[in-house]
């Protein structure tokens, strides 16, 4: 049962690796690794992603009601772009989980996908300088964004940085892509927080979850929703600055690091 030290961390890196670069599913399953755990349970992991999903609410409520007002054009372009994440999500959610996170060869894996998540955002940062047009949110930036959002299931690749080289490699106003990368995250987040709940209420593992962690697991569960969001909105005040002057190679130098040092720990401790 998780303590409540590592629901703080937990929290921590889930709140500030959902909006920066850097994959939040990576770090969850590098530090859940770090820490010996062959899994959090279900609910906890759960409460960590609603908490995000404040931040998000919080930082763009605005946006979010304007989705709701004629034309609902920016509302069709976000169910578009949800699509393919939604559809790979329930396809290959349980066989990635399988093949990546409980694989033997877990360490060399992820820091492969980092690397790829870094090299992404190095090449965007040096594109997106160079270009002289942007366009404003279309369907050539939209569908794009939505393939690679489906891209991101894989830990180690990161949604929002992955949709963000996206959309900007298809020639979308930064600012544009940035908040609509953002949006995104609000339907998947939101999706998976109720389809995991309805299985673990389902199948009485929340329940249980309860019964056998008693108030430190309600603690840890507190605590690790509160610094999720916390952290949440502390991270999206970041990357728009990030975006904004379309630097992105502090992270691309951060992914290299955590890279080298998932290789380094696959074969010196993962697998003992």
């Not at 703080?8 to 010996?36: D, K, M, N, W, Y």
Request: glycine content about 8%; aromatic content about 12%.
């Amino acid at each position: 049962m998780i303590e409540i030290w590592q629901a703080i961390v937990l929290g921590l890196v889930q709140g500030l690796t959902e909006f920066l670069p850097v994959s939040s599913s990576g770090h969850i399953a590098f530090f859940q690794r770090c820490f010996g755990m062959t899994d959090i349970t279900l609910f906890f992991s759960i409460i960590l992603h609603l908490g995000t999903l404040v931040a998000v609410c919080v930082v763009f409520w605005r946006d979010i009601l304007a989705l709701f007002k004629k034309p609902f054009k920016t509302l069709g372009f976000l169910v578009l772009a949800t699509i393919p994440a939604a559809i790979v999500g329930l396809l290959l959610d349980d066989i990635i989980e399988d093949a990546i996170l409980n694989g033997s060869y877990f360490g060399i894996i992820l820091a492969a996908l980092f690397l790829v998540t870094a090299t992404v955002l190095f090449l965007t940062e040096r594109f997106a300088k160079r270009r002289a047009l942007e366009l404003p949110l279309c369907f050539k930036t939209v569908i794009p964004m939505g393939l690679a959002q489906a891209v991101a299931i894989l830990p180690g690749i990161s949604r929002s940085g992955s949709t963000i080289c996206a959309g900007t490699f298809a020639g979308g106003k930064s600012e544009e892509v940035a908040k609509f990368s953002f949006l995104m995250s609000i339907p998947v987040i939101l999706g998976s927080f109720v389809v995991e709940l309805y299985k673990g209420l389902r199948d009485n593992e929340i329940q249980q979850n309860f019964v056998e962690g008693g108030a430190v697991f309600g603690w840890s569960v507190a605590l690790g929703f509160v610094i999720s969001a916390i952290a949440g909105l502390f991270a999206i005040k970041i990357m728009l600055k990030a975006i904004k002057n379309a630097n992105y190679k502090w992270f691309s130098l951060y992914l290299v690091l955590i890279a080298i040092t998932s290789m380094v720990l696959q074969f010196t401790y993962f697998n003992k």
